[in-house]
């Protein structure tokens, strides 16, 4: 059974910077394509970011490109989202998905996080 934890949600201010983790237990890690994404309530789940097993692209979303970056460390098991110049309709709770085939379309990812709140004032 795979597991996923994300962690490093939190409230802030607009302008600054959060780092969200995720990290993934029961399947090999560097094997899974690992994605972001965020859902407020009401609106259906919204991709953000992705990075695959190997190819060593990445994915983002138009809507974050140039303030957010996806990382992962095999060795960790651990994808990351480093979020910068946060603005409030950043706001939303942030998922992390898995998948070992997965693109950009959340029904693509076999495997999700609880999710973490991530909260942005003006």
């Known amino acids: 059974q795979v597991q996923l934890v994300e962690s490093g949600g939190g409230l802030v201010q607009a302008g600054d910077s959060l780092r969200l983790s995720c990290a993934v237990s029961?399947?090999?890690?560097?094997?899974?394509?690992m994605g972001w994404f965020r859902q407020v309530p009401g609106k259906e789940r919204e991709f953000v970011a992705a990075i695959p097993a190997s190819w060593g692209i990445t994915y983002i979303a138009k809507s974050v490109k140039g303030r957010f970056t996806i990382s992962r460390d095999n060795a960790k098991n651990t994808v990351y989202l480093q979020m910068n110049s946060l603005k409030p309709e950043d706001t939303a709770v942030y998922y992390c998905?898995?998948?070992?085939?997965?693109?950009?379309?959340?029904?693509?990812?076999?495997?999700w996080g609880q999710g973490t709140q991530v909260t942005v004032s003006s």
């Open positions: 029961g399947r090999t890690f560097s094997g899974l394509t």
């Open positions: 998905g898995a998948d070992p085939r997965a693109g950009v379309t959340g029904s693509e990812y076999g495997y």
